[in-house]
């Protein structure tokens, strides 16, 4: 039995709302191209949301350049805010991220990040929303 999502929606609905690219990494697992997406090289201040369902994900303060291609974070906004689960494919294994409220795949995340985490949550753009800080 699968996990169930607070926000839950048929393959169709999913097709409908989100762009192309979002539904195949958010739905299909898959992945963008490396240093060719629109959030790798963003260092604007805000925060990322799921583009699925606009969970609040991650902080442009834990954001850094992981010269992966991919946005890079150190940290979530929360712990409660995503979810992660072994994946064996692409003859590896690696830690899927996903999001806790609607189970969209994000990215992955490696133990090889900087201090003070050790972490990197290496995430697909196509899966995000970001809404920069306004300055008043």
């Not at 699968?2 to 990494?25: G, P, Q, T």
């Not at 697992?29 to 994900?57: M, R, S, V």
Request: glycine share 8%; proline share 4%; hydrophobic share 30%.
């Amino acid at each position: 039995m699968s996990k169930k999502y607070s926000v839950e929606k048929s393959r169709d609905e999913w097709k409908k709302e989100l762009s192309e690219a979002a539904f195949r990494v958010l739905r299909k697992k898959g992945t963008e191209p490396a240093f060719n997406n629109d959030y790798f090289a963003n260092d604007k201040p805000g925060i990322y949301h799921c583009a699925g369902c606009g969970q609040e994900l991650f902080s442009s303060e834990d954001k850094y350049k992981s010269g992966s291609g991919w946005p890079s974070f150190t940290r979530p906004a929360s712990k409660e805010v995503v979810e992660t689960e072994i994946d064996n494919t692409m003859g590896m294994q690696r830690i899927e991220v996903h999001c806790s409220q609607c189970g969209g795949h994000l990215g992955h995340l490696f133990k090889d990040g900087p201090q003070p985490t050790g972490l990197r949550y290496c995430l697909n753009s196509a899966a995000l929303d970001f809404i920069a800080e306004v300055n008043n």
